[in-house]
């Protein structure tokens, strides 16, 4: 069972920027044949449902975005610390949610029912 510790988040103001990081415990990515799983962010804001965000693949060559943060968001991986980040710039009012990181075995989804272990998630409020 992959462990996923969240940390970051908080209150920020519009056009700031913020990095939220994801620990994966009990398991290294190097552990795992590079294409062989993949991470990714959902966010949920205020009485919706959980959606898509970012993703990366295990090897790093497949990122995919939502289409509100392109240009905005980043994912990235550091294997050194088995952490797993979203770079956020440019931030909205929009853009507040509680924030998820995801495992998942396989390649690259945006399906939530794909994901195999969640973070605890973390508050992101955007002031405008």
């Known amino acids: 069972q992959v462990q996923l510790v969240q940390s970051g988040g908080g209150l920020v103001q519009a056009g700031d920027s913020l990095t939220l990081p994801c620990v994966a415990s009990?398991?290294?990515?190097?552990?795992?044949?590079?294409?062989?799983?993949?991470m990714g962010w959902f966010r949920q804001a205020p009485g919706k449902e959980r959606v898509f965000v970012a993703a990366?693949?295990?090897?790093?060559?497949?990122?995919d975005y939502t289409d509100s943060v392109k240009g905005r968001f980043s994912i990235s991986k550091d294997n050194t610390k088995n952490t797993v980040f979203l770079q956020m710039n440019s931030l909205k009012p929009e853009d507040t949610a509680i924030y998820y990181c995801a495992f998942k075995v396989g390649l690259t989804s945006r399906a939530l029912p794909d994901y195999d272990s969640w973070g605890q998630g973390t508050q992101v409020t955007v002031s405008s």
């Open positions: 990366i693949s295990g090897n790093d060559i497949v990122t």
């Open positions: 009990e398991f290294a990515f190097s552990s795992y044949t590079v294409a062989s799983y993949a």
